[in-house]
Structures are given as C-alpha cells and as structure tokens.
C-alpha cells in the first residue's frame, strides 16, 4: 500500500477500512520502500481489503521439516 512517509499504523488501519483488532500491533506497519508500506492482518480482514487500495500477499506459517 502507498502511504505518507511518516505514515502510522492507524493511518493504514484508516485507509484500509480495518479496525485495531484486525492487524497485528507488534509487527506493526513497516517501510518497505519510500512509501510502500505492509503489516500483517487477520485473514478475515485481508478478505475485506479492496484490491483497488491495496495488496495482498499470504504470510504462511514456517515450520521446521522432518528429516528424511
């Protein structure tokens, strides 16, 4: 998502239409690139972001392999 450089997470929230309780406070919103923003939301929420507004990309669980 594009935002102001000295965008917040609340500016994000705002734009995207999502509340706190959707997006992951800890992990925050994180510059990318000037401009370009991510944070991490709710699978519920991702499904409520308009593609027109933002991108939406999966954040798979990462788990160790089995040997073998």
Known sequence: ????????????????GLTADDADAAFGLVAVAPGRYVLRVTGGAAGRVDPDVA???????IEPQEPG
């Open 1 to 16: 998502m594009r935002l102001p450089p000295d965008a917040t997470l609340d500016d994000a929230l705002r734009l995207l």
């Open 55 to 61: 991108e939406v990309f999966s954040d798979p669980r």
